[in-house]
């Protein structure tokens, strides 16, 4: 009987198993960069479902200015998007890494003076809406202790969004094409 109670035991114990419980550390990184594309998402959708409100008999307020630039960047990126990725799938802008475009010369670029400043124009825009908008991130993050970080937060999320092809610098400052 007690051999039989000795196995039984056996058995029992053979067929339990410990498992050790999985962890997740979520770094300060990781940590500042959900809370800064969440807070970018929001800014994002925001600017997608409102209209510019003016002052009217029924008694609404208007935007304020920082709501109207914020407004209009997006509207500006939104009307610049194709140019900008057929300039970047052309080579002749990129993604630094900082979050900015960045003219990449071509001979088309450096020979054609009128496609030279269209291509200037279109990234002192981008670059000017983007700034923007990323200051606005900066303060509904309250990461301004982390701005460098922030930054390359935004350059990930360019580079990310870029198509195939897309000259991108990295943290190093060396330049590559995206694959």
């Not at 630094?96 to 400043?117: A, F, I």
Request: a negative charge; charged letters at 25%; one cysteine or more.
């Amino acid at each position: 009987m007690r051999y039989f109670l000795i196995c039984i035991a056996l058995g029992l114990f053979l067929q339990c198993s410990i498992k050790s419980p999985e962890f997740t550390i979520t770094g300060q990184r990781t940590a500042l960069e959900q809370q800064v594309l969440g807070d970018y998402k929001q800014l994002m959708a925001n600017a997608v479902s409102t209209t510019s409100v003016r002052m009217g008999s029924d008694g609404a307020q208007p935007d304020s200015p920082q709501r109207q630039a914020i407004l209009q960047s997006v509207q500006n990126q939104r009307f610049n998007k194709d140019e900008i990725d057929e300039l970047k799938r052309e080579k002749v802008v990129g993604e630094n890494n900082r979050g900015y475009l960045e003219v990449r010369p071509t001979t088309k670029y450096d020979e054609n003076q009128d496609y030279s400043v269209m291509v200037d124009k279109l990234v002192n825009e981008e670059n000017r809406d983007r700034r923007i908008i990323y200051q606005r991130v900066l303060l509904m993050s309250h990461a301004s202790e982390n701005e460098q970080d922030v930054y390359a937060i935004f350059a990930n999320m360019q580079i990310d969004q870029s198509p195939p092809g897309t000259w991108i610098q990295l943290a190093n400052n060396e330049w590559i094409e995206k694959k």
